[in-house]
DNA sequence: CTCTTTTCGTTGGATATACAACCGATTTGT
DNA sequence: ACAAATCGGTTGTATATCCAACGAAAAGAG
């Protein structure tokens, strides 16, 4: 294992991919999941759209920007990444096409690549935590699945009232109570939401006077009929 | 093993789990993986909303309906589910939540369920394609990642030649082409972007009368500028 | 072949949304 | 304590979308 790789160790520990899984133990997994470890100078690409993709990678310091351009050249911001965070996984299975995003480092960053292969395919059993790992990777596509999901169910309706309707009963529902409390600020939840903010934030004082809900703030008051 | 289960071999055989196993290992997986076989009759529950999920849920045969109900009581689809197909796999990680989908059988269906835990967890030598599986396992829901991922950029666009755009040019650039056939007829398609279908036919034609692009039925020319 | 069904473009009116602009309240930084 | 920035509600207008309905063309059935 080169020195580079051991200054991230603490890193690699708090990561949802090695949960679980002491440093000592991370630091003998390593050559096992044939990880290397670059760096990346602010803008440089760290994916390429059109790219095949057979490692799944993670940033083990800095932060990075997933976008895509269009057929006409268009470009859009899909999502960041942060410290810890793993992505390109779902594009390692040998039936996916090639990558249809870019990621660009949006600061100095070093990243960690692990041979797909060998992630999934538990070798022999020196890595008594190999399989922990192959189980964080199951978990942690899954809950990307679970979220996206949930958001194009909402994204899905055709009006922003049922939009809002969708999320704030969703969110109702998961925290189990009437009175929730939201991550996201107007703006936010506009944009998560795919809709104008001012055009939202109408429609959520037409709900209330409606009688449908009261809000303050990020707090939400859900009246059930 | 039980002989309802025996019966359904050739149907595992040809699922995107069990892909390059052979029925004979199948067979003796299926104790294995902690596996039952349940059926329904027409309209019955599979699943329900609210439900903790810890297994892995595969229609031998029949057909299936995802449907939601939100806080007010509104009913809505989400999507079909044929025979061979896996679902609720995303659900069965331990941080995830409970369900927040109904699964309804459309006809009288068979439904095999495997332990989650015990699929995700390869066991003894005895076993020697369940290695295979789990990485079935992954493929399978990193392919509903991709795809979802697409869905839902192309829907969070506010117009609905945004929403055209962003799916055609996918398509172009998935296909390598810029004369390209899409799966879907015009209601269906207006289905996928979620728009109302005579006014995505308004805009189809407005752009082509732009000279943006050409169709004719299901096959599109885009014309790059 | 004829009849039926499906598909798709078209129209018009009611409604919803985007967009830009503004303001007061609250928060943040110094 | 003050200035600056952020946040959230409001308004007005142009535009886009939904919705229902219609008809022609194409596909499918018998």
Not at 22 to 50: D, N
Not at 153 to 163: A, F, L, M, Q, V
Request: with cysteine.
């Amino acid at each position: 294992m080169r020195e580079a790789m051991k200054e991230f160790l603490p890193v690699l520990k708090n990561t949802k991919l090695f949960s679980g899984v002491g440093e000592e133990e991370i630091g003998s997994m390593l050559s096992c999941l044939g990880a290397r470890l670059r760096t990346y100078k602010k803008g440089e690409y760290v994916l390429r759209q059109g790219e095949r993709l057979e490692e799944i990678v993670l940033l083990a310091c800095g932060r990075a920007l997933i976008q895509k351009e269009d057929y006409w050249g268009n470009r859009s911001i899909l999502g960041e990444i942060g410290v810890g965070e793993i992505f390109g996984e779902a594009y390692v299975a040998p039936e996916s096409g090639a990558l249809l995003n870019d990621v660009v480092a949006l600061e100095d960053s070093a990243v960690f690549f692990f041979d797909a292969k060998r992630v999934i395919t538990t070798c022999s059993s020196a890595c008594r935590f190999h399989s922990m790992v192959v189980r964080n990777l199951f978990y942690a596509v899954s809950e990307k699945n679970r979220s996206l999901v949930q958001k194009l169910d909402h994204i899905s309706r055709r009006t922003t009232r049922e939009k809002l309707i969708s999320y704030l009963s969703e969110e109702a529902k998961r925290q189990n109570r009437a009175d929730i409390s939201i991550p996201f600020n107007r703006q936010q939840l506009a944009d998560y939401l795919s809709v104008d903010r001012s055009a939202m934030s109408n429609e959520l004082c037409r709900m209330r006077d409606e009688g449908l809900l009261k809000f303050e703030r990020n707090r939400f008051w859900l009246r059930a009929n």
